[in-house]
């Protein structure tokens, strides 16, 4: 069956600390790869996808993301996070060919200052 | 560009009446587009998907009379909760993609409350 996890549901970090949110799937083929950011009182936004092509993808607001066949993972990551940082983070496969995202259960983050 | 606006944002009901949620997308032509329902501290669950033009793909577990979709236009879809009850209060989510593309623009969301 086709699924997608983000094993660590809270995670927290102080401000300027590297990060990484964890994002694993589980598909016949390799979907394609999105990392979307939510924000309270704001819609999702996209930071960044992977369709094919070089492994490692940059993104907005400094974020960038690795996607490892061998894995099946599509890691977050980010240098030095910020205040601003904080939110829920969600990492989404989509079939090539379909129309669906499908999300993983979301990571929520907490910026210590 | 690739915006989304939902109205209203929030909303508050009376059981057993209807609410009607919006979706457009701004500025470009939606294609397809997707509503979500979020239980809090949860992810997005996939509600139903709407083609422009087409009845709408419902997911397993969603009743269609209770959650009526329109796409009527490549701008505009909007969700009639029907005879809402109190368990229906949520977050409702849509999304929007244009032709071919596999991105997802969403909209801020709705909150509906029934009382």
């Known amino acids: 069956a086709q699924s997608v996890t983000q094993p660590d549901i809270h995670i927290t970090v102080s401000e300027g600390a590297s990060l990484e949110l964890r994002c694993n799937y589980s598909?016949?083929?390799?979907?394609?790869l999105f990392w979307y950011v939510q924000s309270p009182g704001q819609g999702l936004q996209l930071l960044l996808k992977?369709?094919?092509?070089?492994?490692l993808v940059q993104g907005i607001k400094g974020f960038e993301a690795e996607f490892k066949r061998s894995q099946s993972s599509f890691n977050l990551r980010k240098p030095s996070v910020h205040w601003s940082d904080a939110a829920e983070y969600f990492c989404?496969?989509?079939?090539?060919?379909?129309?669906?995202?499908?999300f993983g259960q979301g990571t929520r983050l907490t910026i210590n200052p | 560009g690739a915006v989304v606006s939902q109205h209203p944002s929030r909303v508050i009901c009376k059981s057993g009446t209807s609410v009607k949620i919006e979706c457009r997308s701004l500025?470009?032509?939606?294609?397809?587009m997707f509503w979500y329902r979020q239980f809090p501290k949860q992810s997005l669950m996939l509600m139903a998907t709407?083609?422009?033009?087409?009845?709408?793909?419902?997911e397993q577990g969603v009743e269609k009379d209770k959650f009526l979709i329109n796409h009527a236009s490549l701008t505009l879809s909007t969700l009639t909760v029907t005879s809402a009850h109190p368990e229906d209060s949520s977050f409702y989510i849509c999304?929007?993609?244009?032709?071919?593309?596999?991105?997802?623009?969403f909209g801020p969301g709705t909150r509906l409350t029934v009382t």
């Open positions: 709407s083609n422009e033009g087409s009845k709408a793909t419902y």
């Open positions: 999304s929007a993609s244009g032709p071919g593309s596999y991105e997802q623009y």
């Open positions: 992977y369709f094919s092509g070089d492994t």
């Open positions: 598909y016949g083929a390799t979907p394609y």
């Open positions: 500025d470009f032509q939606a294609t397809t």
């Open positions: 989404a496969p989509i079939i090539q060919g379909a129309q669906k995202l499908v």
